[in-house]
C-alpha cells in the first residue's frame, strides 16, 4: 500500500495470460493483484502468480464468499482476501490463516460491522454508487486510520475527486483489464493509473 496504493482486478484472467499480465503489471509499478474466484481456474492463476511475483508484490483473491474458499486462497499462498460483501465469518477464517482482508461495504453500518469482525481496510463498493461526497462522510465517523478503497466505476478521470476526499487507494477493474488484452496495452493502463494517483495524490 505505500509503494502504490492501487490494486489490479484481473477478473477472468486464465491461467496462460498469468505471467505477461504479472510482468506488465509489476514494470509500471504495480504490487497488489487480484484475481475474481469467478475467472476460470482461477486458483491456477493465484498458484502461478504467488510462484512468480516474489516478495513485495501481495498477491490476492476477489469474490471470496464463504470460508471454504478462503482455505482454498490459503493453500495456493495468496496473502489477500476480497468480497463484495462483509461476512465476519470469511474475515474471521481469513485472520485466522493470517490473511489480510478487504470485505466489501455499502454503508456505515456494514463498515463499522467489517471493522469490529477484523477487516484490515474496507473496499467501498460498488463506487459508482458511493460518490466521494459519500467518502468524505463516512471519514468523520469511522476511526481514523482506517483504510478505504473505492472499487467499481474507478477510471483516471474520477480519481481526484476521491483522493481529495480521503481515498486510501482504489481496486481497479476493468479500466485496466479484460479478458485478452495484450501486456503491452496493460502496461499502458497501468502506467497510467499508477502515474495519475502519484501526481494526484502527491497534491492534497
Not at 453500518?109 to 467518502?135: H, R
Request: aromatic letters at 4%; glycine letters at 10%; a neutral charge.
Amino acid at each position: 500500500m505505500n509503494e502504490l496504493p492501487l490494486v489490479a482486478i484481473l477478473r477472468g484472467i486464465t491461467p496462460p495470460e498469468v505471467p505477461a499480465a504479472l510482468d506488465a503489471l509489476v514494470s509500471a509499478g504495480f504490487r497488489i493483484i487480484e484475481v475474481p474466484l469467478n475467472s476460470p481456474r482461477p486458483f491456477d492463476s493465484l498458484a502461478q502468480l504467488v510462484k512468480r511475483a516474489g516478495d513485495g508484490v501481495l498477491i490476492g483473491a476477489g469474490t471470496v464468499l464463504d470460508v471454504d474458499h478462503v482455505k482454498q486462497v490459503a493453500a495456493v499462498g495468496a496473502q489477500l482476501v476480497v468480497a463484495p460483501n462483509c461476512d465476519p465469518a470469511v474475515i474471521g477464517a481469513a485472520k485466522v490463516l493470517g490473511m489480510a482482508t478487504l470485505p466489501g461495504v455499502a454503508t456505515p453500518s456494514e463498515a463499522f460491522a467489517a471493522l469490529a469482525a477484523g477487516a484490515d481496510g474496507l473496499k467501498m463498493f460498488p463506487g459508482e454508487n458511493l460518490p466521494p461526497k459519500v467518502l468524505k462522510a463516512w471519514r468523520a465517523v469511522l476511526p481514523e486510520g482506517t483504510l478505504l478503497l473505492p472499487v467499481g466505476g474507478v477510471a483516471p478521470e474520477n480519481m481526484a475527486e476521491y483522493i481529495a476526499a480521503g481515498a486510501d487507494g482504489f481496486g481497479i477493474g476493468s479500466a485496466l483489464y479484460k479478458p485478452g488484452i495484450a501486456a503491452p496495452d496493460l502496461h499502458e493502463r497501468a502506467k497510467r493509473f499508477a502515474g495519475d494517483w502519484r501526481r494526484l495524490s502527491a497534491k492534497r
